[in-house]
């Protein structure tokens, strides 16, 4: 059982406080950090699409869960699908303008609620802090 003093106790009580922080302000968007993840991952790709093989790698997700989140955002006129020119096989997503402006609100909504998250650090102890993180999740890998 985890325990207070651990560090899985205050790393999921972190996950579960910046999910729900997070998806509180971007209920507005009628969102899902799962969609905006989705979104964001869109608008850095090359021409803004991707496969869906290559969103359910980024995502870490089976291939039903990333397809459900690509038809909600669909139906939300943020992306649109279609087949892969060269091999129609492949289904392809691509981030529409709609998508594009809801990234910029999604990343301001998600700044604010990571501010809210390390307000209580200095400067210093934020670096460190980030270090620290980075360190830990590339052991992950």
Do not use: W
Request: glycine share 4%.
């Amino acid at each position: 059982m985890i325990q207070e003093n651990d560090c899985g106790f205050y790393i999921k009580h972190i996950h579960d406080a910046l999910e729900r922080d997070s998806n509180n302000a971007l209920r507005d968007e009628d969102l899902t950090m799962a969609q905006v993840t989705v979104l964001l991952q869109l608008n850095s790709a090359p021409k803004k699409e991707l496969s869906m093989k290559e969103l359910e790698k980024r995502l870490r997700v089976a291939q039903s869960t990333a397809s459900g989140i690509i038809v909600r955002l669909e139906q939300k006129g943020f992306v649109e699908s279609f087949g892969c020119p060269d091999d129609r096989r492949i289904k392809m997503v691509r981030i529409t303008q709609a998508g594009i402006d809801c990234c910029h609100i999604s990343e301001q909504r998600m700044r604010e609620a990571e501010e809210r998250l390390l307000s209580s650090l200095t400067e210093t102890e934020r670096e460190i802090f980030n270090t620290l993180l980075r360190k830990v999740s590339n052991s992950m890998q």
